[in-house]
C-alpha cells in the first residue's frame, strides 16, 4: 500500500473545519451568554417584587386587625421578611404610622444586584427608586427590563 493510497483513505477533520466550527461556538457564546445574564437579573426582580406584593398583603391584614400599620415608635406591624443567602434582595419596612408605610427592596451587591431598588407604600403605588447605569427609568411601576418597560 503507498502513501498516496493511505492518505486518500485517511478521515478526520482538516485544520479548517475545526477553525470554522470554533468560530461559531464562540458567535453563539457570545449571543447567548448576555441573553441569559439578562434573564438572570429579570428573574430575581421579578421575585423582589413578588415579595414585596407579599409583604403589601401581610401589612393590609395587620391594619385590618389593628386599625394602624404602626406596632409602636414607628415599626412596622410586620416584621421584615428574613434573608436567605438565595436571595437578591432584602426587604425593609420604614416609616410607619397609623396610615402610612413604605416597604423597599434593596439590590445585594453580592448577588450582583446592587443599584436596584423597588418600593411599594401603603396606598399601592408601586416606584422604582434606583437602577443601575444604563437601565432606564418609568415612573409608576416596577422596571423589569433595561429599556424601562414594567
Known amino acids: 500500500m ?7 483513505h485517511a478521515r ?9 466550527t470554533v468560530a461559531i461556538a464562540a458567535i453563539l457564546a457570545a449571543v447567548a451568554i448576555p441573553m441569559y445574564r439578562d434573564y438572570v437579573i429579570r428573574s430575581r426582580i421579578i421575585d423582589a417584587t ?3 406584593s ?20 414607628g415599626k ?9 443567602k438565595d436571595m437578591a434582595f432584602d426587604i425593609t419596612c420604614t416609616g410607619a404610622s397609623a396610615t402610612a408605610y413604605t416597604a423597599s427592596a434593596k439590590g445585594i451587591d453580592s448577588a ?3 443599584g436596584f431598588e423597588y418600593q411599594i407604600v401603603a396606598s399601592g403605588a408601586k416606584s422604582t427608586v434606583a437602577l443601575p447605569t444604563g437601565w ?15
Open 50 to 52: 413578588s415579595r414585596l
Open 112 to 114: 450582583g444586584m446592587k
Open 2 to 8: 503507498s502513501i498516496a493510497r493511505s492518505a486518500r
Open 12 to 20: 478526520g477533520f482538516t485544520l479548517i473545519e475545526l477553525m470554522i
Open 136 to 150: 432606564t427609568s418609568t415612573a409608576g411601576c416596577w422596571v423589569t427590563r433595561k429599556d424601562g418597560s414594567c
Open 54 to 73: 407579599d409583604y403589601r398583603v401581610r401589612m393590609e391584614q395587620y391594619f385590618m386587625d389593628n386599625r394602624t400599620y404602626d406596632a409602636g415608635g
Open 76 to 84: 412596622c406591624g410586620v416584621a421584615d421578611p428574613s434573608t436567605t
